[in-house]
């Protein structure tokens, strides 16, 4: 009998693959609970008959939108089962196994900060100016967005940057003391990377080539760099301040038409030259870091250095010069102190920010958009707290002040689920 004719032999009927499921896991859902039980109470203590005033536009926008009021304990009730929407579907999500992601938070936040405005000026003479607001918001999260993106940079090569802090408290000392004895807010601009990019080089050449761990180096540059700028402040700069630390201010540069649409255009378009370069540098690392040769093996390096060094890839000298780069970001971040806020330089200014935008490129998952979101609301934090207390509410202080740190322990510590830093970060490895 010919094998030709026989029929061929049936083939096992190929079954559809079981979807991967995510552990079974309700972080998200108390969290957003516990807040919105918070704003339950918001509604309780809400006097009625009162109202919270609103002011959106500016004389000069194109459109003119006039002030307005809002009833503050129906609206707080209305913001109240509004929540309800992402809070259920973030319960049920959680039970299917599937992953909560960003939107439903961010949106429950959006709802419960509202309700939270509406309430804590219910009834007095003060006005939420909302264009204020939000630009205030914005400025303070300049430093945050660069020191997240100079994390970025980093520990998607491999090397744990720990110290951010050093890096934007020396880009502010000698972007205040260029400035000073050039007359120029825009020298400043120019050496503030050049001092990050310095402390940079010598985390780089501790962790990478030398083997010292990665945040241990990190500790002792923030120590190193808080100690000497802080004898030079006592010193040179105290003793002659006209000509090496007077408060400089980088202009304000409208874009024409842009700057006067209502609300977002004296937020992101009447700003410096700084704000615009954190715009390109966001724009710019999120697009080079995941659609270019460079970062490619920016994350080979940081994911399994073994097999970029099989292609080619010089790993440590991709890490170095990758590591100097983030000091140069962080660096420039740090003129924000001085030149782009217009003051002089003082003892340890960066007041820990390094450290916050650590936790926003954690919170943002080690993306430049992300880590973008994650600052901004930092910095949004951090000014809410600022014009609470100018306005006297019932809040105590030392509470207004501790919210921007409360928030980041908040965020990292799981209300958007677990993350992954890259694989290789914070080893050695010998080309």
Request: net charge positive.
């Amino acid at each position: 009998m010919s094998l030709t004719g026989l029929a061929p032999a049936p083939q096992a009927a190929e079954l559809p693959l079981a979807p991967v499921l995510e552990p079974k896991t309700f972080k998200a859902p108390i969290a957003l609970s516990v807040f919105w039980a918070v704003a339950c109470v918001f509604t309780a203590v809400t006097p009625a008959g009162v109202s919270t005033k609103f002011e959106l536009a500016r004389p000069t926008d194109f459109v003119k939108i006039p002030d307005f009021a809002v009833p503050s304990r129906p609206s707080v009730i209305v913001l109240c089962l509004l929540m309800l929407a992402p809070l259920a579907a973030s319960w049920r999500l959680a039970n299917q196994r599937r992953r909560v992601g960003l939107w439903l938070p961010s949106a429950f936040g959006v709802l419960w900060v509202l309700s939270f405005m509406v309430w804590v000026v219910a009834g007095k003479t003060a006005t939420w100016t909302l264009t204020i607001l939000l630009a205030s918001a914005l400025s303070l999260s300049i430093p945050l967005v660069f020191g997240a993106m100079t994390g970025l940079v980093c520990e998607r090569v491999g090397v744990i940057n720990v110290a951010i802090e050093g890096q934007l408290l020396a880009g502010a000392f000698l972007a205040a003391v260029v400035a000073s004895r050039a007359s120029n807010s825009y020298a400043g601009l120019i050496a503030a990377p050049i001092a990050g990019a310095l402390v940079g080089a010598l985390l780089a050449v501790f962790a990478v080539k030398y083997w010292v761990d990665h945040i241990i180096v990190g500790v002792v540059l923030n120590v190193l760099v808080s100690g000497l700028t802080s004898y030079l402040f006592s010193t040179v700069l105290t003793r002659d301040a006209a000509h090496w630390n007077h408060a400089i201010q980088l202009p304000v540069l409208p874009i024409p038409l842009l700057s006067r649409i209502p609300v977002i255009g004296p937020v992101l378009f009447r700003q410096t030259l700084l704000v615009y370069l954190m715009y390109v540098a966001v724009l710019a690392l999120n697009i080079m870091v995941f659609k270019s040769r460079w970062g490619l093996r920016l994350r080979a390096c940081g994911e399994h250095p073994k097999a970029a060094d099989t292609v080619g890839i010089r790993v440590n000298r991709t890490r170095i010069r990758n590591t100097i780069l983030g000091g140069a970001i962080a660096g420039l971040g740090g003129a924000y102190f001085t030149v782009a806020s217009g003051l002089a330089f003082t003892k340890d200014m960066s007041a820990g920010k390094g450290f916050i935008a650590l936790a926003a490129m954690i919170l943002g998952r080690w993306n430049p958009k992300g880590a973008l979101a994650a600052a901004l609301l930092f910095g949004f934090a951090e000014e809410l707290a600022v014009m609470l207390g100018v306005m006297a509410t019932p809040i105590p202080s030392n509470i207004l002040n501790m919210t921007p740190y409360l928030l980041t322990i908040f965020a990292v510590a799981g209300l958007v689920g677990r993350v992954r830093a890259p694989a290789a970060e914070g080893t050695f490895y010998r080309d």
